[in-house]
């Protein structure tokens, strides 16, 4: 942990050095000593080490300064760290400004000057009132503060973004009494929101989510011109391809255009992973597998998006969004799926202020004392609803069909019929969401009767339906009618498969209908849709990606 600091302004600089000297000789084991004989630049390092999360202990100052005197400085200073100390420096002539001093800011303690010998007119005033400092002392928050409002779409992407990426931070609601101390030293006002401030101090306002990826050090760009395999999606499926990829000694690129992990990095729990009896949340499992990957050598852009592969010769070149290529021999697609979308009336206008997709933990701590309402009967919803539950005065759990029986495991099943503040709501649908600048209450269908009720509602987390992201595929990558990629054997079956495919031999197992680019995971046609499978298809795939550099 970083020393608390000692504060010291003089502005005679032998007056300073001595203070300095004798405030390192006695403290600087458990203290920082930090000085200056400018009051701009005293003013200046307060607002960055504010922002960095560093906390003054005692601030010493000399009284008589030509740009401010020492009271004033004194008031300016306490309104970056209120708890710190504050002693004044003083000739013998100014001790009656002291005195006023102490009714006027609070004073702790005037020191006249030469304060010789500082063994008995030093040290034990300053240990005492550090003692004092130490006992009443709440460490800061060391990282990153995202400063922003609660029913912001903008702060809502920020927060899903920062910890779909696994990044620590710590969220002020604009109208809490922090955010409003560092936004008013930082001179923010709502039009800069939201705002970041990261652990060295930079202030990002209203900032674009490659900015702050920038920032927190992802890796936007390829390092490499040829790659052996380059994986597109980092969900469960495209991070074991990376693992067993760069690990058997491919030159590995794994693309990713939101945050590792997938829909599965969101899961609050996952129950029925093989070797975790106790069970692990998706964003422990995200971290183990980055970390295994990397380790091993994997490339890794975030946040990128592809928009086409262009085929030559035997190498296919991958086209990201901001127009940069990457050049690779074989191409593994993981881009998994995407919650379907609710066209219900009111849904779109409250997206990011009160309904969510997904993004169950990101928001949770919000539910407190709320009623949350969800919608989708799998598994992704059913642990939503559990993790929800620990924060929500109520949580109904709204599905089209009578029972959960059909979609969600039985484990899940047994939870939630224990959980006293968990409501299945079956055969209804929203038909409504009504609000004013964020959701406030739903319109809710009874489907066997016809018959709608509005209820109170402060926030709708929408799990349904599973939408391949496949969009960006041209139309040489064979999809199904609901746009996932045919592999394999099901592809002999396709219209146009014998005019699109060029090889003499079968397509292999996962691969598509371009010889070298295969498909994994839930994108994949025939998919079982659990996180174990996903993972097996991730590394077998690798199998085949061997045999086809093989064949070239």
């Known amino acids: 942990m970083d020393q608390p600091i000692i504060f010291a302004i003089d502005d005679d600089p032998q007056v300073l050095r001595a203070i300095t000297r004798d405030l390192k000789n006695h403290y600087r084991q458990d203290y920082r000593i ?48 209120p708890q710190a100390k504050r002693v004044l420096l003083t000739a013998y002539a100014d001790t009656e400004a002291a005195i006023k001093a102490i009714n006027d800011v609070k004073l702790d303690y005037y020191l006249t000057k030469p304060w010789d010998p500082p063994e008995e007119k030093l040290y034990p005033i300053i240990t005492d009132m550090l003692e004092d400092w130490q006992g009443n002392y709440r460490p800061d928050f060391k990282g990153i503060k995202v400063i922003g409002y609660q029913f912001s779409p903008k702060s809502h992407d920020i927060k899903e973004f920062l910890s779909g990426n696994l990044v620590p931070y710590l969220w002020l609601d604009a109208n809490s009494e922090e955010a409003k101390k560092l936004s008013a030293i930082n001179k923010l006002d709502a039009k800069h929101l939201p705002a970041i401030i990261f652990a060295d101090g930079t202030l990002l306002k209203t900032p674009a989510i490659k900015d702050v990826a920038a920032k927190i050090g992802l890796t936007q760009s390829a390092k490499n011109e040829l790659y052996d395999v380059v994986i597109i999606g980092a969900g469960p499926a495209g991070l074991a391809a990376s693992v067993y990829g760069s690990s058997e000694g491919l030159k590995t690129l794994l693309i990713e255009r939101k945050a590792p992990g997938g829909q599965a990095g969101t899961s609050s729990r996952i129950e029925n992973y093989l070797g975790f009896p106790a069970g692990l949340s998706g964003a422990d499992l995200t971290r183990r597998a980055i970390t295994q990957s990397t380790r091993f050598g994997t490339d890794f852009l975030s946040p990128q998006s592809v928009k086409e592969i262009r085929l030559k010769d035997n190498y296919k070149t991958v086209v990201m969004d901001d127009g940069s290529e990457v050049v690779t021999k074989s ?21 990011g202020a009160g309904i969510y997709y997904g993004a169950a933990m990101t928001e949770a701590a919000s539910c407190k004392d709320a009623n949350v309402y969800i919608v989708g009967g799998g598994n992704s919803a059913g642990q939503g609803a559990m993790y929800l539950s620990k924060f929500a005065r109520h949580v109904y759990i709204m599905i089209r069909k009578e029972s959960l029986a059909a979609t969600m495991s039985s484990y899940l099943i047994d939870q939630i019929a224990g959980v006293t503040n968990i409501t299945l709501l079956p055969c209804c649908e929203i038909v409504e969401a009504k609000g004013e600048s964020r959701l406030q209450q739903l319109v ?31 139309k040489a990558v064979i999809k199904n009618d609901k746009g996932f990629v045919e592999t394999g054997r099901d592809l002999n079956s396709c219209q146009d498969f014998e005019k699109i495919w060029k090889s003499k031999r079968d397509p292999y197992l996962l691969e598509t209908s371009i010889p070298g680019i295969f498909a994994a995971g839930d994108v994949r046609a025939g998919a079982m849709n659990r996180v174990a499978s996903a993972v097996g298809e991730g590394s077998m795939a690798i199998s085949f990606v061997h045999k086809y550099l093989a064949e070239i």
């Open 331 to 351: 191409v593994v697609i993981t881009t998994g799926v995407d919650y379907r979308q609710l066209t219900t009336p009111g849904i779109e206008k409250f997206t």
């Open 444 to 474: 809710i269908k009874n489907l066997d009767n016809g018959e709608t009720r509005t209820e109170d509602a402060d926030a709708l987390y929408i799990f349904i339906g599973a939408k391949p992201f496949t969009e960006w595929l041209g």
């Open 34 to 81: 930090l000085s200056t004989t400018s009051v701009k630049e005293a003013l200046d390092s307060l607002l960055e080490l504010k922002n960095k999360g560093e906390v003054v202990a005692m601030f010493v100052s000399d009284q008589r300064m030509p740009e401010m005197e020492g009271v004033d400085f004194l008031c300016k200073a306490q309104t970056f760290f």
